[in-house]
């Protein structure tokens, strides 16, 4: 499952009415964008997605959801504790395994950030946090990314090669993006949201910047 | 201002106290109590350290006590919590943490004897109940949005450790520390029916007038209390947790016979063990509920609500002792040494004390209980007040006290008193034993006089009693919208 065809897609906060009902298909080597206004509703929908793919997806959301307590490493290891016995898991939150060490100092070092790999997520800088929520999403190495402003928090070229490292690990991605010229060189098609429903859906090599910014 | 809820509340609160003051037993009926409390603070004064080698031993029996009733609990406390949303889980822990621990040492005394399983399961037992609540609602407030995250097919322990433990970690520590220090006094007060800690040194010490012997135990207790920062370390616990069941003493084997015949003969109404059946139930019923449970709750209420509103009164005089808005150092330092010595001396001790000195009467109760709540209370309060940045032009004195500080943490104040409020009755009760005429006096005499059967029953009364003013303080928090967090 790397595609998927989701229908009905609607959410509603307070009686009213925020996405939809809208349906979105992606074709396995879809790399989509998100963009819109703030408000559009663009987090909403990269939460329905979520739900709808029974969570078979790389999840990046804009709070993070980190561990703030436990190091980078444990929140990294936690996209795979369903690989693993409880035992290991167990095991692993005292003392990790050699093996997964490295795996994980790995993508830390692509991030950039493998210095910090014993450091409590709660003492990090919120681009180092945003880097780890990234390389949970890596680890967990799902068909799908939905990520939800994956690189808010980072400076220039850190966002680039950022773009650049989803782009080549995630074949497949749906990824919520403010910044427009970001989406049009990361991205192969670009879904443009506008309250609530889907307002401009092309591919990328046949759009120009100005068509999208007629959503903001 | 009566337009406020919450003067509204206090003022009711206050009333209900003043009509109650008419028909307590407010008295002092010893010939001269000023000498004796004169003599004891002169024994307070030149204590004596050395008198027999009974006070060490007492020192290490309460901190034996403590740490394995408190480990046991902790332990059985956190599994509760585990399964706290079930409705059974929470009336069973609701009913566990409403008996007192001296009734349930009482009720333990009556089949094990003075076994240190009895200490032992007295702490550890209501304390269940309390780690359950308190640890359910602090695994509760852990963020949920990595647990969501998870990938699907994760095991429930895993992801328990990985998103629930670490999050909640420095709050179940915090709250297992502070619970350790309640139950160095829960355990201390266990020494006065007959455990052997710190109780039965001071009621020794006591009843001899050996006030200096008295006052060398009370000074170890507050340093004991005072210096649990620099004695209890992480690194240290495991030493302790291993080592304290071998420090508890022997005590008396357990006679099994004992513990059967309790069961089955002792605890079951004298009609139905008698052969009377049903018939003979209900007159057996309602004569106890006459002579003794009426009466007893009566007491136990009246007292309740004066020292409830005693306790917020004196609250309200002493934060201002420790808050940085007033006096200087020297003053605010022993403002802080009352206040700790305050709320460090287990109610009962305070009331024993008392007691002792005044005679017999409400009054000694009121006190010990004002000064004991008071003194957590207005710890809290005048902390509070600390993180309170006035305008460099506030008034001073009086009018900052009264203008300033106080409608600022008078709401946090209401939250803190209706949370104590079940404590409150809870020791109420118990005080009982000492000879006022609470629930406590119609339990403890009913063992003097082995009546067991009717006192399980009083002890269930007690224990509806404590959950029904549990229930209205949480309803009258809520109605307020008063938010607070868990004292003991």
């Given at each position: 499952?790397?595609?998927f065809?989701?229908?009905?897609?609607?959410?509603?906060?307070?009686?009213?009415?925020?996405?939809g009902?809208?349906?979105?298909?992606?074709?396995?080597?879809?790399?989509v964008?998100?963009?819109?206004?703030?408000?559009?509703?663009?987090?909403?929908?990269?939460?329905?997605?979520?739900?709808?793919?029974?969570?078979?997806?790389?999840?990046?959301?804009?709070?993070?959801?980190?561990?703030?307590?436990?190091?980078?490493?444990?929140?990294?290891?936690?996209?795979?504790?369903?690989?693993?016995?409880?035992?290991?898991?167990?095991?692993?939150?005292?003392?990790?395994?050699?093996?997964?060490?490295?795996?994980?100092?790995?993508?830390?070092?692509?991030?950039?950030?493998?210095?910090?790999?014993?450091?409590?997520?709660?003492?990090?800088?919120?681009?180092?946090?945003?880097?780890?929520a990234?390389?949970?999403?890596?680890?967990?190495?799902?068909?799908?990314?939905?990520?939800?402003?994956?690189?808010?928090a980072?400076d220039?070229?850190?966002?680039?090669?950022?773009?650049?490292?989803?782009?080549?690990?995630?074949?497949?991605?749906?990824?919520?993006?403010?910044?427009?010229e970001?989406?049009?060189?990361?991205?192969?098609?670009?879904v443009?949201?506008?309250?609530?429903?889907?307002?401009?859906?092309?591919?990328?090599?046949?759009?120009?910047?100005?068509d999208?910014?007629?959503?903001? | 201002?009566?337009?406020?809820?919450?003067?509204?509340?206090?003022?009711?609160?206050?009333?209900?106290?003043?009509?109650?003051?008419?028909?307590?037993?407010?008295?002092?009926?010893?010939?001269?109590?000023?000498?004796?409390?004169g003599?004891?603070?002169?024994?307070?004064?030149?204590?004596?350290?050395?008198?027999?080698?009974?006070?060490?031993?007492?020192?290490?029996?309460?901190?034996?006590f403590?740490?394995?009733?408190?480990?046991?609990?902790g332990?059985?406390?956190?599994?509760?919590?585990?399964?706290?949303?079930?409705?059974?889980?929470?009336?069973?822990?609701?009913?566990?943490?409403?008996?007192?621990?001296?009734?349930?040492?009482?009720?333990?005394?009556?089949?094990?004897?003075?076994?240190?399983?009895?200490?032992?399961?007295?702490?550890?037992?209501p304390?269940?109940?309390?780690?359950?609540?308190?640890?359910?609602e602090?695994?509760?407030?852990?963020?949920?949005?990595?647990?969501?995250?998870?990938?699907?097919?994760?095991?429930?322990?895993?992801?328990?450790?990985?998103?629930?433990?670490?999050?909640?970690?420095?709050?179940?520590?915090?709250?297992?520390?502070?619970?350790?220090?309640?139950?160095?006094?829960?355990?201390?007060?266990?020494?006065?029916?007959?455990?052997?800690?710190?109780?039965?040194?001071?009621?020794?010490?006591f009843?001899?007038?050996?006030?200096?012997?008295?006052?060398?135990?009370?000074?170890?207790?507050y340093?004991?209390?005072?210096?649990?920062?620099?004695?209890?370390?992480?690194?240290?616990?495991?030493?302790?947790?291993?080592?304290?069941?071998?420090?508890?003493?022997?005590?008396?084997?357990?006679?099994?016979?004992?513990?059967?015949?309790?069961?089955?003969?002792?605890?079951?109404?004298?009609?139905?063990?008698d052969?009377?059946?049903?018939?003979?139930?209900?007159?057996?019923?309602?004569?106890?509920?006459?002579?003794?449970?009426?009466?007893?709750?009566?007491?136990?209420?009246?007292?309740?609500?004066?020292?409830?509103v005693?306790?917020?009164?004196?609250?309200?005089?002493?934060?201002?002792?420790?808050?940085?808005?007033f006096?200087g150092?020297?003053?605010?330092?022993?403002?802080?040494?009352?206040?700790?010595?305050?709320?460090?001396?287990?109610?009962?001790?305070?009331?024993?004390?008392?007691?002792?000195?005044?005679?017999?009467?409400?009054?000694?109760?009121?006190v010990?209980?004002?000064?004991h709540n008071?003194?957590?209370?207005?710890?809290?309060?005048?902390?509070?007040?600390?993180?309170?940045?006035?305008?460099?032009?506030?008034?001073?004195?009086?009018?900052?006290?009264?203008?300033e500080?106080?409608?600022?943490?008078?709401?946090?104040?209401?939250?803190?008193?209706?949370?104590?409020?079940?404590?409150?009755?809870?020791?109420?009760?118990?005080?009982?034993?000492l000879?006022?005429?609470?629930?406590?006096?119609?339990?403890?005499?009913?063992?003097?006089?082995i009546?067991?059967?009717?006192?399980?029953?009083?002890?269930?009364i007690?224990?509806?009693?404590?959950?029904?003013?549990?229930?209205l303080?949480?309803?009258?928090?809520?109605?307020?919208?008063?938010?607070?967090?868990?004292?003991?």
């Amino acid at each position: 499952m790397a595609g998927f065809d989701l229908s009905g897609l609607t959410a509603s906060f307070g009686g009213e009415r925020v996405i939809g009902p809208l349906t979105l298909k992606v074709k396995e080597g879809d790399q989509v964008a998100l963009v819109g206004k703030s408000g559009a509703g663009k987090s909403t929908l990269i939460r329905l997605i979520h739900q709808r793919v029974d969570g078979q997806s790389s999840l990046v959301p804009q709070e993070l959801g980190l561990v703030n307590a436990l190091p980078v490493f444990h929140n990294v290891f936690m996209g795979q504790l369903d690989k693993h016995a409880t035992w290991y898991n167990t095991v692993t939150l005292v003392r990790p395994f050699k093996q997964d060490r490295k795996q994980v100092l790995e993508l830390l070092d692509a991030l950039r950030m493998s210095e910090k790999l014993w450091i409590p997520t709660a003492s990090l800088s919120g681009g180092q946090r945003q880097r780890v929520a990234i390389a949970r999403a890596l680890y967990r190495n799902a068909p799908v990314l939905l990520a939800d402003e994956p690189i808010s928090a980072l400076d220039g070229p850190m966002a680039h090669h950022v773009m650049k490292l989803l782009r080549d690990r995630f074949t497949t991605s749906v990824i919520a993006l403010h910044d427009v010229e970001m989406a049009m060189k990361y991205c192969n098609r670009i879904v443009g949201i506008q309250n609530g429903q889907i307002a401009l859906d092309e591919p990328t090599d046949q759009l120009a910047a100005a068509d999208i910014m007629s959503l903001y | 201002m009566l337009s406020y809820p919450t003067v509204r509340t206090s003022l009711i609160f206050l009333a209900i106290a003043l009509v109650g003051l008419l028909f307590a037993d407010i008295a002092i009926t010893a010939n001269n109590p000023w000498r004796d409390l004169g003599n004891f603070f002169l024994g307070v004064l030149t204590p004596n350290f050395f008198s027999s080698e009974g006070l060490l031993t007492a020192l290490l029996r309460t901190v034996a006590f403590a740490f394995v009733g408190v480990t046991v609990g902790g332990v059985c406390g956190f599994f509760l919590a585990l399964v706290y949303r079930f409705l059974p889980v929470r009336v069973f822990c609701a009913f566990i943490r409403a008996i007192h621990e001296l009734f349930w040492a009482l009720i333990f005394l009556q089949f094990f004897g003075f076994h240190p399983l009895t200490g032992v399961l007295a702490i550890a037992i209501p304390y269940s109940g309390i780690f359950a609540k308190v640890y359910s609602e602090i695994l509760e407030e852990a963020d949920p949005e990595p647990g969501r995250l998870l990938p699907p097919g994760t095991g429930t322990i895993a992801a328990f450790l990985y998103t629930k433990i670490p999050d909640c970690w420095v709050q179940l520590i915090t709250y297992t520390a502070y619970r350790l220090e309640c139950g160095l006094r829960s355990s201390a007060i266990l020494g006065f029916v007959g455990l052997p800690t710190l109780g039965f040194y001071l009621e020794t010490s006591f009843s001899q007038g050996m006030y200096s012997d008295a006052g060398a135990m009370l000074i170890l207790f507050y340093v004991l209390i005072a210096t649990i920062p620099l004695w209890v370390r992480p690194k240290l616990l495991p030493v302790y947790i291993v080592g304290a069941p071998f420090f508890l003493g022997d005590g008396l084997p357990i006679v099994w016979g004992n513990v059967e015949r309790f069961f089955t003969e002792d605890i079951v109404p004298s009609p139905l063990r008698d052969g009377e059946g049903l018939a003979g139930l209900l007159p057996w019923l309602n004569e106890l509920m006459v002579e003794q449970a009426l009466p007893g709750i009566w007491n136990t209420v009246i007292l309740t609500q004066i020292a409830l509103v005693a306790t917020g009164i004196l609250t309200l005089l002493l934060f201002p002792l420790i808050s940085n808005h007033f006096g200087g150092p020297i003053r605010r330092t022993s403002g802080h040494v009352f206040l700790v010595i305050a709320r460090s001396t287990p109610e009962y001790i305070l009331a024993y004390i008392l007691l002792q000195l005044w005679g017999p009467s409400m009054l000694p109760a009121v006190v010990a209980l004002a000064l004991h709540n008071g003194g957590i209370i207005g710890h809290l309060i005048g902390r509070q007040t600390n993180t309170i940045r006035l305008r460099s032009d506030a008034p001073k004195g009086l009018n900052r006290y009264g203008w300033e500080l106080v409608p600022r943490v008078y709401r946090s104040f209401l939250a803190f008193l209706f949370y104590r409020w079940e404590i409150i009755m809870r020791e109420t009760a118990i005080l009982g034993i000492l000879g006022i005429y609470t629930l406590g006096f119609y339990v403890d005499s009913a063992i003097q006089s082995i009546r067991f059967d009717q006192a399980m029953v009083l002890i269930l009364i007690t224990a509806m009693l404590n959950i029904g003013v549990d229930i209205l303080g949480r309803y009258i928090r809520r109605k307020l919208a008063l938010q607070t967090m868990p004292t003991c």
